[in-house]
């Protein structure tokens, strides 16, 4: 792999990265499994996309992303809460409509941003020049996430969303409404997806109503395989260990798409195989290191 | 402080496993009333508690606590006068959670939860505080992790934790059944301080008649969703567990003789 590929790699890392940490919210915390993500990454491409080329701010076109991920979230949560339609396929049932929704915004099944100004334009000059600055910004917005989400869940709001993933009739009996943490929750998370989404559509130069296929995959490979890798102990470690293992589950990725055995080489439609593999990969390390550390 | 007027509770209604767990129950508390609730399964004991706590929506009567009328509150409303502990001694806790956020989250117990600190350095003293009245070392451990914990040290923890925001009703179901007898001892005492101390309205639910007798200052006893016994002072304590047996007996009797009435 070359070091140009290595520093895209651990840049899509770093802007999926963020995704991962709203996966990780839901998949861990809340005990959700969400599959609105696949349709919230590109509905944050799609705002996002639309707002720069009306001329917003970049800026903003991030806040109407997060808000647009958000209410798809609460979407899901309310189908769930209100209207007890099973997780699983509430979520399918928004990450569906999306779609439409998706195709609607942008007017056409994409949007190009060539020529428009993007995050990467209006940061301020941090000295950096070339292929390194893009990973910086990136890498300074996936970090100040992964604090956020730290930080929030040290809150007295944050400790009754751990406690609604972990026991609902204790919270319940300790005066929340496990409805309205769901609501959050959910919602925070396909916020956190949807301002991926953003980044993504901003980096790569155009928004595409495809590009949200296989999100959650990518997303639970991620958390798994920083799990595997960084531990799981505590909340804190979790969310870094979340971070770091998207940009892991990028390069080992890249690195895949490398190997070239003689007539044969991966191509980027084997990618789908090669989550999979991974994911199989990381899940059953740790039974093995348990089957051959015994005496 | 606690009035239930004509409670009626039914399971399954209009189906073929219509029951009737409770029927037409009044109830009323004082303030500092310590009542046992006796009765077989299926008397409706669990039921009238959690009726009470709001899990299920009553299909007739109403219910005051301290004066405000709660029949229409969700649950989570209720949570805010309410002190509850259950019979798993798993329910009561978050496993992922250290000792101090499980404390964290019930000291606010029915109030607004907002953006600042989970678990504040000053309340830490207070935790440990309550901690110590168990004697089980807990004070030490605030940052371990509740799954470590047995289940009656558990058990122990969640009844420090539905006081610690002192509730208006303490509600105890067959708390101590799921123990061991030595661990099951230990709680009921603490129980019986912890409820003294506070001077706490309390209803405890056991299937253990001996305990009815031996704690708070009236007994109420339950069968097929009536109450059939309602003893307080001097009377209870002049009852024994062969009076409560004897009851018991008269109560099942009647529904036998009914039943071969039918029969016939």
């Known amino acids: 792999m070359s070091w140009y590929a290595a520093i895209g790699a651990v840049e899509q890392g770093l802007l999926y990265g963020i995704m991962v940490i709203g996966v990780y919210l839901t998949f861990r915390v809340l005990d959700f499994p969400d599959l609105t993500v696949d349709g919230s990454l590109p509905l944050g491409a799609a705002v996002s996309a639309v707002a720069l080329t009306h001329g917003f701010h970049p800026l903003t076109a991030l806040g109407l992303a997060m808000t ?5 979230g609460m979407v899901t949560a309310l189908l769930n809460t209100k209207l007890q339609i099973l997780h699983l396929l509430a979520s399918i049932l928004t990450m569906i409509a999306l779609y439409s929704i998706n195709i609607r915004i942008m007017d056409g099944p994409n949007v190009s941003l060539l020529g428009v100004s993007t995050m990467l334009d209006v940061m301020p000059d941090l000295g950096v020049t070339g292929y390194w600055s893009a990973p910086l910004v990136f890498g300074l917005l996936a ?10 869940l040290h809150t007295e709001l944050g400790l009754a969303v751990l406690a609604t993933g972990d026991n609902a009739r204790m919270i319940t009996a ?25 980044l993504v ?6 928004a595409d109503v495809n590009m949200g296929v296989g999100t959650i995959i990518a997303g639970l490979a991620s958390v798994i395989v920083g799990e595997t890798l960084f531990g799981r102990g505590g909340i804190t470690r979790g969310c870094i260990a979340a971070l770091l293992g998207s940009i892991v589950y990028r390069v080992a990725i890249a690195l895949a798409l490398g190997i070239k055995w003689g007539a044969f080489a991966f191509t980027p439609s084997d990618l789908n195989l090669i989550t999979a593999l991974l994911v199989v990969g990381a899940l059953v390390t740790p039974i093995l290191k348990k089957k051959w550390t015994r005496p | 402080m606690i009035r239930i007027e004509g409670y009626t509770q039914y399971f399954h209604r209009g189906g073929v496993n219509e029951i009737r767990a409770l029927d037409q129950v009044d109830l009323h508390l004082a303030k500092g009333d310590f009542v046992t609730l006796i009765g077989s399964n299926g008397a409706g004991k669990s039921t009238l508690l959690n009726g009470l706590a709001g899990v299920h929506r009553a299909d007739e009567g109403q219910m005051w606590i301290g004066g405000r009328n709660v029949t229409d509150w969700p649950e989570h409303r209720r949570a805010a006068c309410i002190g509850r502990v259950f019979q798993d001694p798993l329910v009561g806790t978050c496993a992922s959670l250290s000792i101090e956020q499980n404390m964290a989250l019930s000291f606010k117990r029915g109030q607004r939860r907002g953006l600042s600190l989970g678990v504040k350095q000053q309340d830490r003293g207070f935790f440990r505080e309550q901690l110590q009245i168990l004697g089980l070392g807990l004070e030490d451990r605030l940052k371990a992790s509740v799954g470590l914990l047995s289940g009656g040290q558990r058990q122990a923890l969640t009844m420090v934790m539905a006081t610690l925001i002192e509730p208006e009703v303490l509600l105890l179901d067959e708390h101590t059944a799921a123990l061991d007898p030595k661990t099951a001892r230990q709680i009921l005492e603490l129980t019986g301080q912890i409820v003294d101390i506070k001077q706490l309205t309390t209803m405890m639910v056991t299937h253990n008649m001996a305990q009815a007798l031996a704690y708070g200052n009236r007994l109420v006893m339950l069968h097929q969703g009536r109450i059939i016994l309602d003893v307080s002072g001097e009377e209870k304590k002049n009852l024994t567990v062969e009076d409560l047996l004897a009851q018991f007996y008269t109560a099942q009797g009647e529904a036998f003789a009914s039943d071969r009435a039918l029969l016939c």
């Open chain 1, 68 to 72: 647009a991920g958000f209410l798809a």
């Open chain 1, 143 to 152: 970090i100040s996430v992964t604090v956020f989400m730290i930080w929030f």
């Open chain 1, 174 to 198: 300790q005066g929340v409404n496990t409805h309205h943490i769901i609501i959050l929750g959910v919602g925070l998370s396909n916020a956190m997806v949807a301002l991926s989404g953003a």
């Open chain 1, 201 to 206: 559509a901003q980096n790569q130069g155009a």
